[in-house]
């Protein structure tokens, strides 16, 4: 009787290892696979269109002293509370210049937050025409890495402003032309 004892005690560690290889086996092939998406959602609840324009106020300097802030609220395609933080990035001789070279965060909160993003950019503002313009990347979000350019052109006396901002495409280069051929 000893033989049919240990042979439940052999295959239940046996069940047990070809349930747990079976379990990661499955888990491995569908690690590739997209998450289905809930029943009446597609593409267009995550995309943004290629030009966003809005209105923004002049909400004063950062807590941490430095950044001047703007806000305003997007309506439209992608509704959102936009917030843009620009610092002066000269040399302190040339702050009374009319032109200053400029870093920009921009922070788009959508309202749907699959469409929110931030992006880092750096460009100029022109104090005499009012015109706020800036490029570079989307860091964060949707469309990380995409190029866009941000325009505010200032309204006076409030510091009130129109923003423009335009997601620009992608231009691969070839092999050929980064190899300078």
Excluded: C, K
Aim: zero cysteines; hydrophobic letters at 50%.
């Amino acid at each position: 009787m000893t033989p049919s004892r240990s042979a439940p005690r052999r295959v239940a560690p046996l069940v047990l290892g070809a349930v747990v290889t079976l379990s990661v086996a499955a888990l491995a092939a569908g690690a590739g696979r997209i998450a289905p998406r809930a029943v009446g959602a597609d593409a267009a609840t995550t995309d943004l269109p290629d030009t966003l324009a809005f209105e923004v106020e002049y909400v004063g300097i950062g807590a941490e002293g430095v950044d001047l802030v703007w806000r305003g609220r997007v309506e439209g395609a992608a509704p959102a509370q936009a917030t843009i933080r620009m610092e002066y990035a000269g040399g302190a001789d040339d702050r009374a210049m009319p032109l200053w070279p400029v870093n920009v965060w921009l922070f788009y909160a959508a309202d749907d937050y699959q469409r929110s993003f931030a992006a880092e950019l750096s460009g100029s503002m022109n104090w005499g025409t009012g015109e706020l313009r800036v490029s570079g990347l989307v860091s964060d979000g949707l469309r990380t890495n995409v190029p866009l350019e941000q325009r505010i052109q200032l309204h006076r006396p409030g510091l009130t402003g129109a923003v423009t901002v335009v997601f620009l495409p992608r231009v691969a280069l070839s092999d050929g032309l980064a190899a300078g051929f």
